[in-house]
């Protein structure tokens, strides 16, 4: 599969080495480049990337606006956040526009690979040290104020899918940790999400943070 990707950061410069530094993988092909929210709208209709490296911090309009039309626009396009941004705030609201990975710009060179990569398979990816940091804090502010809620109906094996998805494992290494298969594991998500109204990844990522099931 040939990752099709689209870089969108406002400075010439990161996106230069950006493609430095991707052009050479064999399954990425770098389809354009924008420099602004406009723009990076504009080109996912033009281009037609499968995965979009989206800077947060974007004139005109932020990568959080522009990740939410395009995502509306063009359902089926995965967006990667790459940002300076390590904050509870922006990673809430790229994942509620629809990102599918966030990955801070200090983060070595095989971290933003591997989030690429996943989100090209329709899988999650939260930079590890950040997530964890983000959803201790926020958990620890959601448990002052209730108890922890039930599970909506979701059984235990459900539950223990939930968590390894809400963490960012893909299909593989849940199916590896819970010694069934991959195939197992897709039924199992499908199931979840059905069961919980949910519609992506992104938002089933939400929905384990608030219901306090992940082991932060």
Known sequence: MTIRLLLVDDHAV????????????????????????????TAAGSERPNVILMDIGLPDMTGIEAARVIKSKFPNVAI?????????EYFFKMLEAGASGYVPKRAAPEELLTAIRAAALGEVYLYPSLAKLLVKDYLSQERE???????????????????????????????????????????????????LHLH?????????????????
């Open 14 to 41: 990161v996106r230069s080495g950006l493609r430095m530094l991707l052009a050479s993988e064999a399954d990425v092909e770098i389809v354009g480049e924008a420099g602004s929210g406009s723009e990076a709208v």
């Open 80 to 88: 990667v956040a790459l940002t300076i941004h390590e904050d509870e």
């Open 145 to 195: 104020q209730e108890n922890k809620p039930m599970l909506d109906g979701l059984t235990e094996r459900e539950q223990e899918v939930l968590s390894l998805l809400a963490d960012g494992a893909t299909n593989n290494e849940i199916a590896a940790a819970l010694v069934i298969s991959p195939k197992t594991v897709e039924r199992h998500r499908e199931n979840i999400m059905h069961k």
């Open 200 to 216: 992506s990844r992104a938002e089933l990522v939400r929905y384990a943070i608030r219901k306090g099931i992940i082991k932060a």
